[in-house]
């Protein structure tokens, strides 16, 4: 059975654990692993992490399947005039595909959000490599579409204006 549960310091190199398998999968050549293992123990070092969960700044999510951490969300609420979500990264190891993990960590973010008063969601995601047709169907719509010329990637970011508890 799985479920969801807000992420503590002790789960820190488990996040790490599955952005570097998600990340090592996406970009499978040789010269890239060392790169992506620096990128990794950069964003989800142990203390990194520690920080951001200790200290609110990133909100950590985990999808649980048979007792393990499976996939996570993190996202930070953004508290100006109103709340606003910000869904800063998601991934789910690949053996879980086709379960819709995925989906169960944007909705449970959507109610944490809701919960804490907010409206909005947004993510911004680039080269369409993100799960867009996932957003799609749970209501987020295009706000805006880039392609910088500095970059070699199309940006999307989609949004949507959340009232109530998704089912």
Partial sequence: MEYIRKATPEDAERIRFIAEQCWRLAWGQIE???TIREMVNGFYS???LTNEINNNISIFLL???EELPVGFI???????VDITCEINAMYCLPETQGKRFDELLVKEAIKSTIAEGGNKIFVVLTDYNGPVSM??????????KNAPK???SEIIIMSKHIRSFPK
């Fill in 32 to 34: 890239a692993q060392k």
């Fill in 46 to 48: 142990h203390a990194s």
């Fill in 63 to 65: 999808v649980i399947d």
């Fill in 74 to 80: 993190s996202y930070t609420l953004i508290k100006d």
């Fill in 135 to 144: 957003f799609e169907r749970l209501g987020f719509e295009p706000l805006q």
């Fill in 150 to 152: 500095k970059l070699n």
